[in-house]
Nanobody, 124 residues
Framework: QVQLVESGGGLVQAGGSLRLSCAASGRTVSSYAMGWFRQALGKEREFVAAVKWSGASTDYADSVKGRFTISRDNAKNTVYLQMNSLKPEDTAVYYC?????????????????WGQGTQVTVSS
């Protein structure tokens, strides 16, 4: 089993930045693809970003391209999401997910393990 714990969420003004972290435990996730999803109040959970097991390849939702960066440190069993130029529409609970495959996916069903989420609120 893999346990994922997100941190780094909070309240930030529009235009600001936050860095989310996702620490994995239970087993190493160095061979897992990792992803970030988000769910705004009253909306479905949506894909944000994903990274291949090696970190060599990434994917982003169109809405965050050029503003968010996903990265990983396999030695620390941790994945990050750097969020810059934040907008009020980025407000959501952000979830980390692990996929027991080398390559990533962009749908909820592609992932095997989920964290509890961290709230990000962007004020205008």
């Amino acid at each position: 089993q893999v346990q994922l714990v997100e941190s780094g969420g909070g309240l930030v003004q529009a235009g600001g930045s936050l860095r989310l972290s996702c620490a994995a435990s239970g087993r190493t996730v160095s061979s897992y693809a990792m992803g970030w999803f988000r769910q705004a109040l009253g909306k479905e959970r949506e894909f944000v970003a994903a990274v291949k097991w090696s970190g060599a390849s990434t994917d982003y939702a169109d809405s965050v391209k050029g503003r968010f960066t996903i990265s990983r440190d396999n030695a620390k069993n941790t994945v990050y999401l750097q969020m810059n130029s934040l907008k009020p529409e980025d407000t959501a609970v952000y979830y980390c997910a692990a996929r027991n495959r080398f390559s990533y996916g962009s749908t909820i069903n592609d992932y095997d393990y989920w964290g509890q989420g961290t709230q990000v609120t962007v004020s205008s």
